[in-house]
């Protein structure tokens, strides 16, 4: 059926019996996907529409056991970084999510082996890569997929990969990525909206990052992995998923001092031939998001396979609320919600501070809290594009610059709500925890892509939570209706 004329259509038809609000009319707003030139890439929005929504009935205090899943931001570069062996590697705990079947696909465009052994077990081969073009399609499915370019260029010597456009948290360039293969003598071309990267001798260098971004650093490590030469990373970004990549890198052969500090020092070898099984590290923020959903429901939860040492910020914040914290051993953590959690500011900032991925949610936590608080964005431009969703719950937000005021209320109501990014989905469904009466939140796709079986977890510790799943072949129904 042919998509374009849709919007018309919707006019057309006010509303949809399971939604009568209209609110659908806002989720066509927000594709998940745009070209470069802004425009909706229709064949790919119409692939990836997703209808289904999550019904919660709030107010249903969280209790039991929950096991936190592998590190989606991990195992994305690790898996990009399998790239650069020349042999098999076996990644364990990696979660089952949209973004990861993404990347398997880049993989396996590049000319690899990849496919999962077990549930969370990825065999990777990269002993066949000879392709260097990771195709536009899946980088602009998912920005993650621009983390080839580093391995490309360290093991081919050359890399084509689409430059990532914009997302819903703002504009997010690479210029600190490309700047530090540059320094390591890639000769860099944009060309087509796409990255052309030659670098037949990359050498050691020394790089100072204007910002401790993530993604450059690990970029910067997997391609100086395989240089000539010594490169040192100045500035670098200290996430755990950095040290996680190090640890990775090192158990396939590389030389990689001070991950996890400011300062990186990489010592290139000529392979990295060793066969890896490696562990992918726990989910911080998916942790996170938990702890503040035990907090927010007045629940008493307790973390499995927990990683409370990088999560010192959150909990540090979340004792100031009130919230009590119990660390039962190395991996285990007992969280158990005030009677009031109280209002405090917060700051978002690159590791150790408090983490950006877990701004949202905090907010749904503010929002119900006794108090008024300030929550300031820092790393990214544009994060709070959920508190319009949150408003409609009832929350009591105000925008100014990069600050968020919020005012603590003694409850929140449900309300139909649209995800408009992957941790402003989670944040609404913490919302619908709490909130009076019934939430339905939509645009799941984004859920999906970062917490592996999230609902069925939160089931498991009591929320009265269930997927309204839309068949594929419904949804064309369903928006015709409309
Ligand atoms: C990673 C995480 C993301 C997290 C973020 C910050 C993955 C897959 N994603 O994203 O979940 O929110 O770290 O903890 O691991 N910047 C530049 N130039 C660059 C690169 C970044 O200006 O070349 C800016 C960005 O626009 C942003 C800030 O630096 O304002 C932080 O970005 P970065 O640390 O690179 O985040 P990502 O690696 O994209």
Redesign the pocket.
Known sequence: MHVIPRLQQHKQHKTHPDNPSGMWLKSLRLPPLLQHDGSINNEEWNAEMNLDRLKINGGVALNGHVTINGAK?SA??LMAAAILGSEEVVLENVPRLADVEIMVDVLRSLGARAHFIEHNVLLIDPRHIANSVAPYDLVTKM??SFFVLGPLVGKLGQAKVSLPGGCAI????????LKGLEAMGADIVLEHGDVIANAPHLRGADIYLN?P????TENIMMAASLADGTTTIRNA?Q?P?IDDLAQFLISMGARIQGAGSDTIVIEGVKKLDKASTYRVMPDRIEAGTFMIGAAMTRGDIILEKCPTHSLMALIGKMRECGVFFDQIDAQTLRVCGPAKILARDARTM?HPGF???IQAQYAAMMAMAEGTSLLTET???NRFMYVDELQRMGAQIRIEGNTAIIKGQPILSGAPVIATDLRAAAALVLAGLVADGETLVANLCYLDRGYESFEQKLANLGARICRIAVKAEKKEEVLLTM
């Open positions: 931001n994305l570069v920005r993650a703002g504009s997010r360039p690479v210029d600190l990525h910002f971004s993530v993604g450059a970004a996430e998923e690159p983490p950006t991925d790393v990214f431009e």
